[in-house]
């Protein structure tokens, strides 16, 4: 079965500094992977997503992940945190024949620090 | 109304209590998930219906009823409820089974 593992529940960053968010899967086949945000009393947004094809993926909000197969990674990354990235993060892996069986993360509460 | 839309947005109801969650996706979709999001788990997947058929269950107690009449609605019916069961409900919807999104979710208190 797979598994989906974000180490750390909580993350401050100041405002204008870079950040990067860790996920770690496990899954037999070749994954597809996503990154989702929720803000507080709301549903979960799509942030990016990895199907196949170029490793790096670019997301909205100026977000973009990494696919490493090799460390079987998918980390979210943005050069310059804004007071209104403050969330909820959620990594993700879809399984099944159509990917759609998806496994979360424990997901990663963003602050930012003015 | 766009996207995905979930009604009510708060219920508290009692043990005893019958209440129903309902979720309209304008999306066009043709599968719609509901999903338990509670406090100190991660978010589990707890159904699945493609094109109004149920795909998934994924070991819900019967308590949780869940109901697809078509494409664009799915329905959640409660009934005896535990405390245990408090939690953010979310309903998704897909059109290719990968690209999930997602409504804003119900708040579910069982007293």
């Known amino acids: 079965a797979q598994s989906v593992t974000q180490p750390d529940i909580h993350i401050t960053v100041s405002e204008g500094a870079s950040l990067e968010l860790r996920c770690n899967y496990s899954?037999?086949?070749?994954?597809?992977l996503f990154w989702y945000v929720q803000s507080p009393g709301q549903g979960l947004q799509l942030l990016l997503k990895?199907?196949?094809?170029?490793?790096l993926v670019q997301g909205i909000k100026g977000f973009e992940a990494e696919f490493k197969r090799s460390q079987s990674s998918f980390n979210l990354r943005k050069p310059s945190v804004h007071w209104s990235d403050a969330a909820e993060y959620f990594c993700?892996?879809?399984?099944?024949?159509?990917?759609?069986?998806?496994?979360f993360g424990g997901g990663t509460r963003l602050m930012v620090k003015p | 109304e766009t996207g995905v839309t979930q009604t009510p947005r708060h219920l508290v109801m009692g043990m005893t209590n019958k209440k129903s969650l309902k979720c309209e996706q304008h999306?066009?979709?043709?599968?719609m998930y509901w999903y338990k999001q509670s406090a100190k788990k991660p978010l589990e997947l707890m159904f699945v219906?493609?094109?109004?058929?149920?795909?998934e269950n994924n070991s819900v107690p019967s308590r949780f009823s869940p109901e697809c009449p078509n494409s664009s609605h799915l329905f959640l019916h409660l009934h005896t409820l535990q405390p245990e069961d408090s939690a953010l409900y979310l309903c998704?919807?897909?059109?290719?089974?990968?690209?999930?999104?997602f409504g804003p979710g119900t708040r579910l208190t069982v007293l």
């Open positions: 998704a919807s897909s059109q290719d089974n990968r690209l999930q999104y």
């Open positions: 899954y037999g086949a070749t994954p597809y």
């Open positions: 990895y199907f196949s094809g170029d490793t």
């Open positions: 993700a892996v879809g399984a099944g024949n159509a990917g759609n069986m998806l496994t």
């Open positions: 999306l066009g979709h043709n599968a």
């Open positions: 219906y493609n094109f109004k058929e149920q795909t």
